[in-house]
């Protein structure tokens, strides 16, 4: 790849930050596609001190004629689509949104591509949502997929429309099948970070409790850092290919909340079963948490975890931060905004 420029939609998210934070350290010029709006949130950019070090650009991925000027005017290297609507819960809520970007809006991407020069390497954010009601554990590239969800509907569509650019026009479009990666920079409407949040301003007295959906849940969580490192090793690769980003180890929500209240120095002990499970300080006996029905999902997808192998193999890719590491520094970080009286984005 002579020219160093990387095109990443979804560039203010945070996968997009960490990717950004990362392509500049290995010598890119960075350009980040963004939804046309009066104000940009760009919080993670600024947090990582990277904001005024990348270039924004206006991108909508539901208006082709927008994402093929783009794509011609940028004339990158590489491009790497991390734009979605990426709530698995809204794509309930919002199916045909969810489908046009998520789904659709890839094939508009790869299409200019083609158009603009096939030799511009892709990567796609595939998602393990899409083995849903899983075949076997772990699942690996292999696994048969079943997405139970909106979103995982849509991103099958991605990833298979990845797979239909390599083979019919010899695009170098790799598909990162990542298991679910977390960081400080998370948003909040995710459960990892309403998690780690909350328990923090539980901890400052800010909020009585926290709502959770389904405890049992287990899914197979990483570090964000550690992923977008992945991503850069299937575009740097020598052949395009479809690898599963994992730790191997699944763990469920109910592990994340006592480890997130671990970290803020309070000790869960639970009581009841069902919706009428609680969880309390044992030092207090506050409820700090309570199940709600309102979180479960239409159809759930209950144990999620990967296997990794061929991405060791092939691309000498492992993930260095640990689980309860991870959940720590999400605390943590919460406490410390909240302790330097920063909001909680």
């Not at 009066?38 to 991925?61: C, K, Y």
């Amino acid at each position: 790849m002579a020219r160093r420029v990387a095109l990443v939609t979804g560039i203010t998210g945070q996968d997009g930050a960490y990717l950004a934070r990362l392509l500049l350290e290995r010598g890119y010029e960075v350009v980040g596609g963004v939804r046309r709006s009066s104000t940009h949130n760009d919080w993670r950019l600024r947090e990582l001190g990277i904001a005024h070090r990348v270039r924004l650009v206006q991108m909508e991925l539901s208006e082709f004629s927008n994402v093929f000027y783009v794509v011609r005017d940028t004339r990158p290297a590489a491009v790497f689509n991390l734009a979605a609507q990426s709530f698995v819960a809204a794509s309930f809520r919002q199916p045909l949104y969810t489908a046009s970007v998520d789904a659709l809006g890839v094939t508009r991407l790869l299409e200019a591509v083609r158009i603009v020069d096939p030799e511009i390497r892709f990567y796609q954010a595939s998602s393990s949502e899409m083995f849903g009601k899983v075949r076997e554990t772990p699942q690996s590239e292999t696994t048969p997929f079943h997405p139970r969800s909106p979103y995982g509907v849509s991103k099958l569509y991605a990833h298979w429309t990845s797979v239909n650019y390599r083979e019919s026009y010899a695009i170098h479009a790799s598909s990162g099948i990542l298991f679910n990666h977390e960081s400080p920079l998370r948003g909040r409407e995710f459960v990892t970070r309403k998690i780690s949040s909350h328990i923090a301003m539980f901890r400052h007295g800010l909020i009585d409790t926290l709502r959770l959906g389904n405890l049992e849940a287990r899914r197979d969580w990483g570090h964000a850092a550690d992923y977008v490192a992945g991503m850069l090793a299937m575009i740097e690769a020598a052949d395009p290919g479809d690898y599963v980003l994992a730790t191997g180890r699944s763990h469920s929500v109910r592990e994340f909340a006592e480890l997130a209240a671990r970290a803020a120095d309070l000790d869960l002990v639970w009581e009841g079963e069902g919706v009428e499970e609680r969880g309390r300080d044992r030092e207090t006996g506050r409820v700090v948490v309570e199940i709600d029905a309102d979180f479960y999902r239409p159809a759930e997808v209950d144990m999620l975890r990967g296997d990794a192998a061929k991405a060791r193999r092939d691309l000498h890719w492992e993930p260095a931060i640990a689980f309860e590491a991870l959940v720590e520094e999400m605390v943590k970080t919460d406490l410390d905004r909240l302790d330097r009286n920063q909001p909680l984005l």
